[in-house]
Nanobody, 117 residues
């Protein structure tokens, strides 16, 4: 069974940057499509970005142009580079891996991102 672990969250000022990592263990990482979600303080969970096993990225409209998702299969890691952060980006960020054939999904435990001056 695969396990996903997020890291890289923290407190940053508006306009700043953070890079989140989603690392996997226990299975063949390259067989998983990876998505980032976030849960806001208002308890809304929203999809942020995703990257397929063929490294095709997709973004929610409200992060397009500011966030970049990438993957390094040799390191079993997906990255979410977040630039020009806004207070409304404050949330707990989760990664989810979905197996390309079984479609079984696994979630990480989340990492807190707080954008505040």
């Amino acid at each position: 069974q695969v396990q996903f672990v997020e890291s890289g969250g923290g407190l940053v000022q508006p306009g700043g940057s953070l890079r989140l990592s989603c690392s996997a263990s226990g299975s063949i990482f390259s067989r998983y499509n990876i998505d980032w979600y976030r849960q806001t303080p208002e308890n809304q969970r929203e999809w942020v970005a995703g990257i397929t096993i063929m490294t095709m990225p997709n973004y929610a409209d409200n992060v397009k142009g500011r966030f970049t998702i990438s993957r390094d299969n040799d390191k079993n890691t997906v990255y979410l580079q977040m630039n020009s952060l806004k207070p409304e980006d404050t949330a707990v960020y989760y990664c989810k891996g979905t197996h390309r054939t079984t479609t079984q999904s696994y979630w990480g435990q989340g990492t807190q991102v707080t954008v505040s001056s």
